[in-house]
């Protein structure tokens, strides 16, 4: 049987965009009193585990997603590593832990990562908790200290696609420029300048544009554009800069 690390965690910041709104996947916690039952914990988490004895923290963090979404080969990357001796004290928390039969004095290590994927590509997966997108901007109180994971997670997206085409992973292979400035305006929480922005645009060589339009669509059809991995591989030395 494999063993569990019980001071090591991975905690995950899944970034979802739905079209609209930059969401995060969260997770349900409910505890009900087996006595009289009431239910005396009903709040929400992130998404995360402990850590296998035998598995790397990138694997970790890979079969925790993997087991809400199914989903594999997504974008993830590591951002901060959070053990500050009261992460865990909150009363819900000590209660959580207690009941779940690990010692709520111990002192665990989360390791945060974050992920980015187009929401309506995930189908979601149920595990004994129920898991849902919430927008960022209604996500509330949570567990631990998730929020401040949260936080520092969208610091770093904010920060890095300023300087890394990690936007793109929000969309689908195929996008419209109103689309993928859709998607810089939610993650930053501003209006861009739409001439500006195309400028921008312009000068990235990896943004290829098709000989394809949108269908469906009750306006004008938009040109469609795919982003290529492959020209950005050959070119990412060149420095990419997307400050506002």
């Known amino acids: 049987m494999r063993q569990i690390s019980p001071y090591i965690s991975v905690d995950c910041v899944l970034f979802g965009y739905n079209g609209a709104e930059l969401e995060v996947l969260i997770v349900d916690r409910t505890l009900t009193d087996e006595e009289s039952g009431e239910q005396v914990i009903n709040d929400r988490t992130l998404t995360g585990n402990h850590v296998y004895e035998d598995e790397t923290i990138e694997d970790a963090a890979y079969r925790v997603l993997n087991d809400l979404t199914g989903l594999d080969n997504v974008f993830l990357e590591q951002f901060k590593t959070f053990a500050h001796p009261d992460r865990l004290k909150k009363p819900n928390d000590q209660l959580w832990l207690k009941n779940s039969k690990r010692n709520p004095d111990a002192r665990i290590?989360?390791?945060?990562?974050?992920?980015?994927?187009?929401?309506?590509?995930?189908?979601?997966?149920?595990?004994?908790?129920?898991?849902?997108?919430?927008?960022?901007?209604?996500?509330?109180?949570?567990?631990?200290?998730?929020?401040?994971?949260?936080?520092?997670?969208?610091?770093?997206?904010?920060?890095?696609?300023?300087?890394?085409?990690?936007?793109?992973?929000?969309?689908?292979?195929?996008?419209?420029?109103?689309?993928?400035?859709?998607?810089?305006?939610?993650?930053?929480?501003?209006?861009?300048?739409?001439?500006?922005?195309?400028?921008?645009?312009?000068?990235?060589?990896?943004?290829?544009?098709?000989?394809?339009?949108?269908?469906?669509?009750?306006?004008?059809?938009?040109?469609?554009?795919?982003?290529?991995?492959?020209?950005?591989?050959?070119?990412?030395?060149?420095?990419?800069?997307?400050?506002?």
Do not use: C
């Open 109 to 244: 290590v989360t390791i945060g990562f974050y992920s980015l994927v187009a929401t309506d590509k995930v189908k979601l997966i149920w595990k004994g908790r129920n898991v849902r997108w919430v927008p960022i901007s209604e996500v509330g109180e949570l567990a631990f200290d998730h929020n401040l994971i949260l936080s520092e997670a969208l610091r770093t997206l904010r920060l890095r696609i300023k300087y890394e085409p990690i936007a793109f992973e929000l969309l689908h292979d195929k996008f419209t420029l109103t689309q993928l400035q859709n998607v810089y305006e939610a993650i930053w929480d501003v209006e861009l300048d739409k001439r500006n922005f195309r400028k921008k645009v312009a000068r990235m060589k990896y943004l290829i544009p098709l000989d394809e339009k949108q269908t469906g669509v009750a306006h004008k059809p938009a040109r469609l554009y795919v982003f290529s991995r492959e020209v950005y591989s050959k070119t990412k030395k060149e420095l990419f800069d997307f400050t506002i």
